[in-house]
């Protein structure tokens, strides 16, 4: 399966979308294998390779102008938005990956207790695979000045603390495991 073409077939070429949603999966998925490829654990680094490049592909149904998106769905919901299109290609693994990646994944008490416009389910990271790619994303923005720059870990834990104790110390735990 090559993800470009999946791509390719839901972004126009020359588009902000396309050129950000690209950008910003390269450096992930380029993380996200390094990481894999150097932790002592067995990750089908293949599948993180795929799902890496095709993570945030439910952007573009979205309304965020500032990257090239004029959908009619919340941001947040981007996720099981990559979701559906994923498996409408037949990508279900891949499109659980699109779906758990926000935050360090977001739990059905949260998007109840915040009135979220998500399925009441948690969208949380179970696999190795799904980890290391929720991790390695938390360092690369999608805002187009900030776009090919890596933030410092203290700068990713320090957001995630304002999603939750819970968010922080879930990244925490990943700094310590696949911080490579």
Known sequence: MDPLSIIEKHYKKNSKAYSILLTHSRLVTEKAVKIAEQINE?????????????????????????????????????????????????????????????????????IKEKNLPLPLRDMVPVTLEQEIICYADKFFSKDPEKLLYEKPAEDVAEAMGKYGKSHLEKFREWHLRFNV
């Open 42 to 110: 067995s990750a089908d680094k293949n599948f993180i390779y795929e799902a890496s490049m095709l993570h945030d592909i439910g952007m573009i149904f979205t309304h965020a102008p500032d990257i090239g998106c004029y959908g009619n769905h919340p941001y947040i919901t981007h996720g099981i938005l990559g979701r559906k299109l994923l498996e409408e290609e037949g990508l279900f693994d891949h499109a659980a990956v699109a779906e758990k990646h926000t935050g360090t994944g977001i739990t059905k008490e949260e």
